[in-house]
């Protein structure tokens, strides 16, 4: 799959890069050698890292990394002590420019706005983490779960238990009491935080009810934490244990105020557990240390993305996803500004979040490709009247790309302008994978490089490096930031990733690395369509059906089938619903022949269905695994970060049928 650049940076532009300052420190000028030197020597590399972002210890390191226990056991910075909270903030202080400069800006959907310096920001954790000690004798290694929404509490309460040396577990905010629970009693929490509600598209949502539920349903005693966020009435468990935040923060008394000494922890000490989706078995939780994630999160913001002290990132993202902890410690450890935007991107207009843009003068924003899809149909009105001159760089992650949203977001939005970061990785990762530098060419909807310190390779199905064909994404050494297991289950961990190949990470997608460098993802591995034999990355089906000018956007999955063994079945949402059965016929005979011309009639779809809308999470990311478990009426698993849970009715009547929607492949 042959990729041409659009985006080509200056020669004045990539000398002013973080990345090229760095590598020029460390006496190189060409990538591709530095990367090299990166992959060989990650010792080298990582200490570096630290070293030049001013990582502060309470203890130093004696050593980079240790391979005691095995390459799938690294240990980081052995016999290192810190705490990432003051790394995060408090190290900012003694700059009075800096402890004067914004660390966090905060919009609702309403359109209440606040913002914290970092010695605001200083302050509120300190109050926090001394009421989370007063309150509930809080101590290092304690689990805590923050259901919450993207508010300033939520990164107050993250902060002020890593200051203590506490276990935050981030849990994305449109899940069910069912899916709360279960993140609680496996990662043994007895402290929620959580919210009486917020606002989505205009609606309050009582998040408090679910709240109570899940402490309710989980099998150790729960005690809540409570923001008024809506300011509603909300019933108190006083039988079980609740505080009110501004009790909490001690509001009334000035000595709440005062410095909360850090733990020193040690490096490899657990700070965060992130959950990935349970839609597929039982939730995973991710382990994350001091020394991890933010580091590795910070680095790829800093060095990839050219994240500067004093630039602004907004991303749109939930605090349960791996990129609301990017934004906050991508942000913070780089000494910028982060907006966290509480509210559904496209309310109460399609402008909403580039208005956002406009008006905090946003340098980095990250979004997913769905989003841009859903944008698209609405045109200018996207962005007519706002003023996007601050926006240096446009990130993505959470799936890959189609070309023609990409080259709208591109040409329309950025006007040839702004570079757009693919970005490619994992809750497990702490970051990404591939990405596209900003010393090389951009091409659209890939990616131009394996990251600085991320040793990526392309493997066949016999374990051999191959180019210029869809292989299986491998990671050939360490990195900082990997994940160090899930919680108590080091075997399950072990089997996801190392098992297939000796001392080999199989990240789980499929992708394709041509003879100019540049990388493609076709998808996720276990979501491959395999027809007749035939491998194919459902992405790639997805992407023809989009390019039709009456689809907005497509989902297609694999569903089994008599004669090839799996079929593709596709689901696709026009930019207009048909008028009557015989558009919908035409439309969906088009599309066969749409597909089949440009891959070939063994690909054929078995079934084309028009739809409404297609299953998403809030991020707008769309679930074929649910799709796929609707239509052929088998349990999908956990749904609690759906946001359309009635777009599954409508896939569940199609199986089998024919109606005016939906047309099977008769040849």
């Known amino acids: 799959m042959r990729q041409r650049a659009v985006w080509f940076p200056k020669q004045s532009e990539q000398d002013q890069t973080r990345l090229y300052q760095f590598m020029l420190k460390h006496g190189f000028t060409d990538y591709e050698a530095f990367y090299s030197k990166s992959i060989e020597d990650v010792s080298w590399f990582w200490d570096a890292v630290v070293q030049d972002m001013g990582i502060e210890w309470a203890i130093p390191y004696d050593k980079v990394v240790d391979f005691a226990a095995g390459l799938q056991w690294p240990s980081w910075f052995t016999q290192g002590q810190l705490n990432i909270a003051v790394n995060a903030v408090d190290r900012w202080l003694s700059d009075p420019q800096a402890a004067g400069r914004n660390a966090m800006i905060w919009e609702s959907e309403d359109q209440q706005t606040l913002s914290f310096t970092y010695a605001e920001l200083a302050e509120q954790v300190n109050r926090a983490a001394h009421g989370l000690r007063q309150q509930f004798g809080l101590s290092a290694g304690e689990r805590v779960a923050l259901y919450m929404p993207m508010i300033p509490e939520t990164v107050i309460a993250m902060l002020a238990l890593a200051k203590l040396g506490a276990v935050a577990v981030p849990i994305y905010s449109g899940y069910s009491a069912e899916a709360v629970a279960k993140r609680i009693d496996g990662s ?6 959580t919210a009486d509600g917020y606002y989505r598209r205009g609606k309050p949502i009582h998040m408090k009810e679910e709240a109570d539920k899940a402490a309710d349903a989980a099998a150790s005693h729960v005690k809540l934490v409570v923001v008024r966020r809506l300011g509603i009435p909300v019933s108190k468990r006083k039988q079980a244990g609740e505080v009110d935040w501004f009790e909490l923060m001690g509001a009334e008394n000035s000595d709440e105020s005062t410095p909360f000494p850090a ?23 991710i382990v994350h240390t001091h020394s991890g994630f933010p580091i590795k999160a910070a680095f790829d913001a800093g060095y990839v993305m050219d994240f500067r002290p004093g630039d602004t990132m907004l991303w749109n993202t939930d605090m349960g996803w791996m990129m609301g902890p990017f934004m906050v410690y991508g942000t913070l450890l780089n000494g910028g500004t982060m907006v966290l935007y509480d509210g559904a991107p496209d309310f109460p207009g399609p402008s909403r979040i580039f208005n956002l843009v406009n008006k905090h003068k946003v340098t980095h924003l990250g979004i997913s490709p769905t989003l841009i899809r859903s944008l698209m149909k609405h045109g200018e009105a996207c962005y007519n009247g706002c003023d996007l001159t601050s926006l240096r760089v446009i990130g993505s992650s959470g799936e890959p790309w189609n070309p023609e949203p990409w080259q709208w977001l591109f040409h329309d939005i950025g006007q040839g302008r702004i570079p757009i970061v693919n970005y490619s990785g994992g809750t497990e990762i702490s970051g990404g994978i591939l990405g596209n530098v900003l010393l090389k060419p951009i091409a659209p909807a890939g990616f131009n490089a394996a990251i600085p310190g991320m040793h990526a390779d392309v493997f066949s199905q016999e374990g051999k490096p191959v180019r210029g064909e869809v292989g299986e994404l491998v990671l050939k050494n360490v990195w900082l930031g990997m994940a160090g297991g899930f919680w108590q289950e080091p075997e399950r961990y072990e089997n996801t990733y190392w098992s297939r190949w000796p001392d080999i990470w199989v990240h789980g997608d499929w992708v394709e690395l041509d003879d100019d460098g540049f990388w493609t993802i076709t998808g996720r591995s276990d979501d491959t369509l395999n027809v007749a034999g035939k491998r194919l990355g459902p992405t790639e089906m997805e992407s023809l059906l989009a390019q039709h000018p009456r689809v907005v956007e497509a989902a297609a999955v694999g569903v089994p089938d008599d004669l090839k063994g799996e079929a593709a079945v596709c689901f696709v949402v026009l930019d207009h619903p048909p008028l009557h059965p015989k558009e919908s016929t035409a439309i969906i005979s088009e599309l066969f022949e749409w597909v089949t011309s440009r891959l070939g009639k063994a690909f054929k779809p078995s079934a084309i269905h028009i739809l409404d809308a297609l299953p998403k999470t809030r991020n707008a990311k769309v679930m074929r695994r649910v ?10 698993g956990d749904l609690s970060a759906l946001e359309n849970l009635d777009s599954l009715e409508a896939i569940r009547k199609l199986r089998g049928q024919g109606n005016s929607n939906s047309l099977h492949d008769s040849s």
């Not at 043994?188 to 935080?193: D, S």
């Not at 922890?265 to 078995?281: A, E």
Request: hydrophobic content about 40%; aromatic content about 6%; charged content about 10%.
């Open 627 to 636: 799709i796929r478990s609707a239509y052929l009426a088998i349990d999908p």
């Open 263 to 285: 733990a020193a922890m040690n490096s490899s000490d657990p700070l965060m557990l992130l959950y990935t989706s349970g839609t597929t078995g039982s939730p995973k939780g």
């Open 188 to 193: 043994g929490c007895t402290l929620l935080i």
